[in-house]
């Protein structure tokens, strides 16, 4: 083919280039192709998507997917097996649980510690085959929630129309989690959510999903459910502090639910000052929060004018 494929495997342009002359495919079929394959950006970092993700988010050993998906590949292409089963790229996301098509959890498939080995999709398919694993499966129906097909239409196609449209999937997935914890745990999920099914990440994307005045309002609420003997910021908002004041203190992503999150429970700001917040300059100050936001956020300032509840005081415009 005139390279060697470790390089087209480093995603360097050049054998990127040759390798869609040679398999006749156009430059924006390999682009789209590469965007579901992940693209390396520093140590910790990958483009996945159009999007940095945490490589770790991306990396399992172990490859889960639709069974539906695969047999509906199988019936198919009964004469050619192999070639018609296909991974589909947002099995790969750790935050991807659900096929939306098929109403399904996803299963394991294999598990595969060395890269090269577990994406030898033609082998680990054969194994597939091999086994029981897809003639076993009995068919079952899960609750896809909003959650799980907004995360499908930000992969397959860009597309959302909840206000998480302006932050990364990781942010806004990460943020969802951590509010779905606590929902769960100060047992209010009921009007989030139906009883008995515990997505953490379903959960908090329907307490927060209408706008960013549901922040404040989802953290004002943790509070008042945590009051009382023993209350305090650590039993509101447990996981969800040191997430972002110091799992993500550095990340620019998270910065506009930090603000957030300071002007919602300002004694912690001293904490913050106290070192956990490399950025929490603007948190120090007791200074209004319009300002606040105009100086570290100018998204924050946006989403302010657009409807936190300010008689209630949550922000001090
Ligand atoms: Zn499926």
């Known amino acids: 083919m005139g390279f060697f ?3 087209v495997l480093n995603f360097e342009e050049a054998a990127l280039k040759r390798l869609a002359e040679v398999a006749g495919t156009s430059a924006e079929v390999l682009d789209e192709l590469i965007s579901w394959t992940r693209r390396p950006s520093g140590d910790i970092r990958t483009q996945f998507r159009g999007e940095l993700v945490p490589s770790r988010a991306l990396r399992s050993p172990l490859v889960r997917g639709c069974p539906s998906c695969l047999l509906d590949d ?6 050619r097996p192999l070639t018609a089963l296909t991974c589909c790229g947002d099995w790969q996301l750790k935050d991807t649980k659900d096929c939306v098509e098929h109403n399904a959890p996803f299963i394991p498939l294999w598990e595969e510690k060395t890269p090269s080995r577990r994406w030898d999709l033609q082998a680990r398919f054969s194994d597939l085959l091999g086994s029981s694993t897809l003639t076993q499966t009995k068919p079952f129906c899960s609750h896809v929630w909003e959650y799980d097909h907004w995360l499908h ?3 397959l196609m860009g597309n959302d129309d909840t206000w998480f449209q302006s932050h990364t999937i990781f942010a806004a997935s990460r943020l969802c989690m951590h509010i779905g914890q606590q929902i769960i745990i100060h047992d209010i999920a009921e009007p989030f959510g139906s009883p008995g099914e515990e997505r953490p990440e379903a959960i908090g994307f329907n307490a927060l999903r209408e706008g960013p005045s549901r ?3 989802v953290l004002n609420t943790l509070v008042a459910a945590a009051s009382g003997a023993g ?3 650590k039993k509101a908002f447990g996981t969800l502090y040191p997430m972002l004041n110091r799992d993500y203190a550095d990340a620019e992503e998270f910065e506009e639910f930090r603000c957030v999150y300071a002007v919602v429970h300002p ?7 106290g070192g956990y917040c490399p950025r929490a300059g603007y948190l120090r100050t ?3 929060f319009g300002r606040q936001c105009s100086a570290g956020n100018r998204r924050l300032g946006k989403a302010a004018g ?4 300010r008689e209630r005081g949550i922000i001090a415009l």
């Open 231 to 233: 209350g305090g910021p």
């Open 153 to 155: 239409q930000r992969l």
């Open 306 to 309: 657009q409807g936190f509840d």
């Open 5 to 7: 494929f470790k390089r």
């Open 215 to 217: 922040l404040p309002a």
């Open 74 to 79: 199988l019936k198919s292409g009964q004469d």
């Open 267 to 273: 004694r912690q700001l001293a904490s913050c000052a």
């Open 286 to 288: 007791n200074a209004p």
